[in-house]
């Protein structure tokens, strides 16, 4: 694989997918030890982990996968960085490139930022998140949980429902599903649709019901108030009523059909509590394989990225 940085998933052709999910695969192994989950292929490499908005899964998954291959791993936070006293954001990723960082992992809430940075580095840098644009390593660690489950990717319909116009979650999984040969409808209300619909080769209902019928998977996306003008919607009771799945919507799906959500859920308002916690979600499942996906990602990275120190 000639991958440099992950970015996005856009231009991110088959081979380079299955390669990431394959080796997520085998990294999972790591995670089924006992006592001592470690390897040693990214000895001598320091990753940091550079976050402007808040996680958990994202940046806790890549701390332990760094430190599970042996890395060196640190993290800097914007509340706690000289971002605060104003440094520009080129000039903080230079600052931790010259420090000899072989990744930068960064999330921002501006899109295009981490290419931004990856222009400007020698680092290989990662996406962790860039506003409304792309989230690849959620997409691939929801690929994951699929092949997982499905045995495969291609001829199944993934239903994505809710948010969608403020999601790079979305955006990351249509781009990456389409590659791996599913088919992607949206659902969700027409505030939150994008605009270029058309433009990203999927079919989009405003309903649930419609986008739901005989899927294979079921992804629920998380009401994102902090991105969100108000008025999309007119309250969170009634964005659950007409848009919430919810036990007799989800009997619209496939009896098989599995349910992700990438987190954090908003409990009761995009999922129901007993799809949340019923049998056919797989959102704990998802969480595992986020760090077996990131232990992929960063030893092809690692050991392929950026354009060196
Ligand atoms: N799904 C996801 O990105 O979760 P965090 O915000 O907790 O990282």
Known sequence: MSMTHLLGLKDVPYEDIKQILDTAFEMKEILGRGEIKKKDNLNGKSIITLFFENSTRTRLSFELASKYLGAVAANIAASGSSVAKGETLIDTAKTIDSMAADVIIMRHSSSGAAKLIADNVNAAVVNAGDGMNEHPTQALLDMMTIRENKGHIDGLKVAIIGDIKHSRVARSNIYGLHTMGAEVVLGGPSTLMPSNIEGLGVKAYYNVEDAIKDADVVMGLRIQLERQKSGMFPTIREYSKFFGIDEKRLKLAKPDAIVLH????????????????????????????????????????????????
């Open 262 to 309: 990438p987190g954090p859920v908003n409990r009761g308002v995009e999922l129901s509590v007993p799809v949340i916690d019923g049998k056919q979600s797989l959102i704990n499942e998802q969480v595992t394989n986020g760090v077996a996906v990131r232990l992929a990602v960063l030893d092809i990275l690692a050991n392929n990225g950026g354009k060196k120190n």
